[in-house]
């Protein structure tokens, strides 16, 4: 496994400037037009076959080799509005109010490229069957761009996944992610003046907040796990004119992805309820449907063992002071609950040990388009140290930690445990794709 590694270290200026290009110009979801087109150049240039999917021009499959097994990285490069940051222990924003990469999809994509590409180079040196994919998935903060590439039917030849995100600690990720509906209700009423005549009106936002009532008497009565959240985004113009139209958005999270339909399908019955009561109407537009992820025990033990042969991952006093000093302006529980996850013995900011699994057996709150991956081929979630304890994502200090040097460094170590990962799967001299294919099948007949 050792020319794997050194396949990594041979393109790490190239994964380096990868990221930091895409970290210095955020782009939001289905708007990634330069952060594709820069994956394209670098994957064509090394001889991948690259094509788009049809009705998302910001994806892409990069592949390369050909026969089975058939292996696939994920690569993630949207950023999040109103989070522009310098590296920097201080508030300071490139661009007012512009986007940042809060969530470290620079370092989640450079890193997963640069896996792929080492893995390209193996499997040209060995001249065996066998084909690695990168799929450049767009809007994963939308939740939409890998249902569009699902629906395209891009995963359904797969014999394997295997996805990453930037995170706290070095550890094959066990819990998993919630299901997600989001939704956004629209009442229809009567406009009239509220002084002068109120009998005459029918107000759209009586509907909504009705509604609201409504689903707040819900929550005693749907699955532990399951929540709703919501805000209103119309309310109408003026206090004096009764609304003809508002609207509120919802979301409804719950451990799998039935559950979230079940408890959907009330939430509509109880807009419905509102719009009698108020003699309005209603109608909803469905904006995103995440299913929730299927682990697969079997990969996340073989994907754990690599990280024990990449061993652990070593930070300087620069990664260490330019952490500590984006730690201190967070609350100290921030870093007082990260430690409560695994010993750190070092008593560092940035845990460079190599874990056990993380969180088997347990459901994570956020969610993520990833889901729809998981329902069609074995599937592990793995994560690299990028972050100090206790930062949080989607965060201006999330998004400096994203463009600093101890982020990166985190990306290159994931970028030889994906490969070296990838690797032994395709020699695969314990059958462990046979095994996954087992208990997936396993999981998907209960």
Known sequence: MRQVFDYVDDIEKQIETLSHEIWSYPELGLQEEKSASLYRRIFEDHGFLVHSVEGLPTSLVAEYGQGKPILGFVGEYDALPGLSQEVSASKQPIEEG??????????????????????????????????????????????????????????????????????????????????????????????????????????????????????????????????????????????????????????VRAPKKDVAHEVFARLVKVARGAAMMTETSVDFAMEKDNYDTKNNVVLEDFVSSSYAFCGPLDFDQEDLALAQAIVDTLPPENYREALKVFDNPAGTVLDGMVHSILGRGETFGASSDLGQITYRTPTVQCSATCFPLGVPLHTWQATACAGSTFGLKGAIYMAKVLAVSAVRLFEDETNVLEKAWKEFKANHSR
């Open 98 to 251: 512009g986007p940042g990469h809060g969530c470290g999809h620079n370092l989640l994509g450079s890193a997963s490229l640069g896996a792929a590409l080492a893995v390209g180079r193996y499997l040209k040196t060995v001249n065996q069957p066998g084909t690695i994919r990168f799929y450049g998935c767009p809007a994963e903060e939308l939740g939409v761009g890998k249902i569009k590439m699902d629906e395209a039917g891009v995963f359904d030849d797969l014999d394997a996944c295997l996805a990453w995100h930037p995170g706290m600690w070095n550890a094959v990720t066990g819990s998993s992610l919630s299901a997600l509906i989001k939704a956004e209700f629209f009442f229809e009423g009567t406009t009239s003046h509220a002084g002068a005549h109120p009998e005459l009106g029918r107000s759209a936002l009586d509907g909504v907040e009705l509604m609201n009532v409504g689903a707040n008497y819900l929550r005693e009565h749907i699955p532990e796990g399951t929540k709703l959240h919501y805000i209103i985004t119309n309310g109408g113009q003026a206090a004096n004119i009764v609304p003809g139209h508002a609207s509120v958005q919802y979301m």
